[in-house]
C-alpha cells in the first residue's frame, strides 16, 4: 500500500475520532457521533481492504 494512501486513511480516523470526541461535549451530539462512527469504519474497511491486496 503507498504511503499516501495510509496518510488518507490515518487522516479519516483521526477526523471521525475528533467527532465522536466533540459529540460527547455537544447537547444534540448524536448526529456528529454518527458521523464520526461512520468515518472510522469507512477508515478501517479501506484499510483491511488495501491490506490484503
Do not use: P
Request: charged share 15%.
Amino acid at each position: 500500500m503507498e504511503v499516501v494512501m495510509k496518510q488518507w486513511i490515518v487522516f479519516i480516523f483521526a477526523i471521525g475520532t475528533l467527532l465522536v470526541l466533540l459529540s460527547s461535549t455537544v447537547e444534540q451530539g448524536s448526529g456528529i457521533m454518527l458521523l464520526g462512527m461512520t468515518l472510522i469504519v469507512i477508515a478501517l474497511g479501506i484499510f483491511y481492504r488495501k491490506g490484503r491486496d
